[in-house]
């Protein structure tokens, strides 16, 4: 179980600086615009073809239970892998604040 109270990022070394459709920058940008802060781990190295990797992602997998990245390890524990997931639960998020904040200016 995680002790912090905001959501831990994994990415690959590309971070935010990789090419616009990078997945690893995709899930930072959205976060970035929803406003959701995050702790940021930059847990891959070099290819994602796993005999091309610079070291291993043991750490990761110890981390997340998985080597796959962008990872999104949330307060509870909870993991989410895949860009798409990871965006899904961003907009499921900042859907909430919208119905929260609505119902708070009623």
Request: include cysteine.
């Amino acid at each position: 179980m995680s002790t912090s109270r905001i959501p831990t990022l994994f990415v690959c070394h590309g971070d935010a600086g990789g090419p616009g459709f990078h997945p690893c920058r995709r899930v930072q940008e959205a976060l970035r615009a929803a406003g959701i802060d995050y702790d940021k781990v930059i847990a891959g190295h070099g290819s994602p073809i796993p005999f091309l990797r610079k070291g291993s992602r043991k750490e990761l997998r110890k981390a997340t239970g998985t080597t796959k990245l962008p990872a999104l390890k949330l307060p509870d524990g909870t993991v989410i892998t895949n860009s798409r997931a990871i965006l899904a639960w961003v907009s499921k998020q900042t859907d909430l604040y919208a119905v929260s904040s609505a119902s708070a200016s009623d």
